[in-house]
T-cell receptor, first 114, second 113 residues
Framework: KNQVEQSPQSLIILEGKNCTLQ??????????LRWYKQDTGRGPVSLTI?????NTKSNGRYTATLDADTKQSSLHITASQLSDSASYIC?????????????FGPGTRLSVLP | NAGVTQTPKFQVLKTGQSMTLQCAQD?????MYWYRQDPGMGLRLIYY???????DKGEVPNGYNVSRLNKREFSLRLESAAPSQTSVYFC????????????FGSGTRLTVV
């Protein structure tokens, strides 16, 4: 069964600190993996997209890594800001059966405190 | 550009009532999607439209119908609302059917009592 698991479920950090969010998946055949940020009451916004051949991709203070062998990805946030408080969603897509192959993880709720 | 616009933002229905959620995008995207988001779960695809004139079922289509009115608009209809349909609904769009560009609307929070 295609699944995406994320950990931790929630996380609280102090402003300025770094953190790492995890994503494990069993989706196959793998096509790409995306990380989204979802602010409260808003729709998700794409942060990064990674294909099979990419190990690392950065978007400002966000750095995503991908290990296709172990089917794991992480999202590292550097020097956190209050505006980073949001849910972070990992989405994995497979190459066939379009429409049913975008599997969303449940998200990690990050709270950044002053 | 407005991106993806959903209406209404909030709605309360009584069991058995019907309603239509509206979605419009101004990015000239070919593909559009309807998702629902429930607490503790990932977004789940209800229906999608790969291109104008086509619609297909997603993971959880029961109790819903859709209409791709034109390239810009994709509506979701609940014919007889049930409490299990209480959720947050997101519309999204992408340029191509094989590229989920991930442009989401801001969501519709629906409560069925």
């Amino acid at each position: 069964k295609n699944q995406v698991e994320q950990s931790p479920q929630s996380l609280i950090i102090l402003e300025g600190k770094n953190c790492t969010l995890q994503c494990n998946y069993t989706v196959s055949p793998f096509s790409n993996l995306r990380w989204y940020k979802q602010d409260t009451g808003r729709g998700p916004v794409s942060l990064t997209i990674m294909t099979f051949s990419e190990n690392t991709k950065s978007n400002g203070r966000y750095t995503a890594t991908l290990d296709a062998d172990t089917k794991q990805s992480s999202l590292h946030i550097t020097a956190s800001q209050l505006s980073d408080s949001a849910s972070y969603i990992c989405v994995v897509s497979a190459t066939r059966n379009y429409g049913q192959n975008f599997v969303f993880g449940p998200g990690t709720r990050l709270s950044v405190l002053p | 550009n407005a991106g993806v616009t959903q209406t209404p933002k909030f709605q309360v229905l009584k069991t058995g009532q019907s309603m239509t959620l509206q979605c419009a995008q101004d990015m000239n995207h070919n593909s559009m999607y309807w998702y629902r988001q429930d607490p503790g779960m990932g977004l789940r695809l209800i229906y999608y439209s790969a291109s104008e004139g086509t619609t297909d079922k997603g993971e959880v289509p029961n109790g819903y119908n859709v209409s791709r009115l034109n390239k810009r608009e994709f509506s979701l209809r609940l014919e007889s609302a049930a409490p299990s349909q209480t959720s947050v609904y997101f519309c999204a769009s992408s340029r191509r059917r094989d590229e989920f560009a991930g442009t989401f609307g801001s969501g519709t929070r629906l409560t069925v009592v």
